[in-house]
C-alpha cells in the first residue's frame, strides 16, 4: 500500500526566513510528486510538481526530488504571512492513477 | 488555468437520503477525474477514479453501492451518496486531469462540497 509521510507540525517560521517541508513516500514505482498548499475549509491548490531527480525553482519555492532516498522536500524562501497553510505531499504513480497524499505540514510563518 | 466547479459547495441532510454532487471542468475536456475525501484534520483519501464512458475504479475499502459515481461526458462526474449516514459527513473534493496542457500527473481540484449528515 502506497504510503507518504509529513511531519504534521506545526513549523513555526519567521517571516523573511526559508521554510523547509520534508516529505518521504514507499512506493518506488512513484513518478509523479506535487505539493499543495491547503487553507483551512478550502480544497488544495497545486504550488509545484516535480518528475525527475534533483531540484525544481520556481519563484520563491524550489521542490528537491531524491528518488534513490525516496524523499521530496519543499523550500520556500522569504516566508511571508500569507504562506501560513497546510502543506500537502502527493505522489502518483504516473497514467491516470489518484493521488496519495500525505497528512499534511501545518506551517506557520510568524510576523 | 483549468477551472473545476463544484455544487453544491454545502449540503445539509437527513439521515438515510441520498445526496448528489456535481464535478465539472469548465474550459477543459476531462477525461478522468477523481473523488477524493477529507475528514477534519486528516488529509484527503482517494475514493475513486472516473473514466468518461465507463465504471469507475474504486479505491479498497469504498463502497460502490454506496458511492455511486457517473462519468457521462467530458466535463461532468456525479457523486451520489446513497443512504447517508453521519459517519458519511465529510468534504468531498474532486479533481480532473487536464491531458493536454497539463503534465502526466496534474490534477485541478474543484472547491469541495461540505455534507454535513444529521
Known amino acids: 500500500q502506497k504510503e507518504v509521510e509529513q511531519n504534521s507540525g506545526p513549523l513555526s517560521v519567521p517571516e523573511g526566513a526559508i521554510a523547509s517541508l520534508n516529505c518521504t513516500y514507499s512506493d518506488r514505482g512513484s513518478q509523479s510528486f506535487f505539493w499543495y498548499r491547503q487553507y483551512s475549509g478550502k480544497s488544495p491548490e497545486l504550488i509545484m510538481f516535480i518528475y525527475s531527480n534533483g531540484d525544481k525553482e520556481d519563484g520563491r519555492f524550489t521542490a528537491q526530488l531524491n528518488k534513490a532516498s525516496q524523499y521530496v522536500s519543499l523550500l520556500i524562501r522569504d516566508s511571508q504571512p500569507s504562506d501560513s497553510a497546510t502543506y500537502l505531499c502527493a505522489v502518483t504513480g504516473g497514467g491516470a492513477d489518484g493521488l496519495t497524499f500525505g497528512k499534511g505540514t501545518h506551517l506557520i510563518i510568524q510576523p | 488555468g483549468a477551472v473545476v466547479s463544484q455544487h453544491p459547495s454545502r449540503v445539509i441532510c437527513k439521515s438515510g437520503t441520498s445526496v448528489k454532487i456535481e464535478c465539472r471542468s469548465l474550459d477543459f475536456q476531462a477525461t478522468t477525474m477523481f473523488w477524493y475525501r477529507q475528514f477534519p484534520k486528516k488529509s484527503l483519501m482517494l475514493m475513486a477514479t472516473?473514466?468518461?464512458?465507463?465504471?469507475?475504479?474504486?479505491e479498497q475499502g469504498v463502497e460502490k453501492d454506496k458511492f455511486l459515481i457517473n462519468h457521462a461526458s467530458l466535463t461532468l462526474s456525479t457523486l451520489t451518496v446513497t443512504s447517508a449516514h453521519p459517519e458519511d459527513s465529510s468534504f468531498y473534493i474532486c479533481s480532473a486531469r487536464d491531458l493536454p496542457a497539463g503534465g502526466p500527473g496534474e490534477q485541478f481540484f474543484g472547491p469541495g462540497t461540505r455534507l454535513t449528515v444529521l
Open positions: 472516473s473514466n468518461e464512458g465507463s465504471k469507475a475504479t474504486y
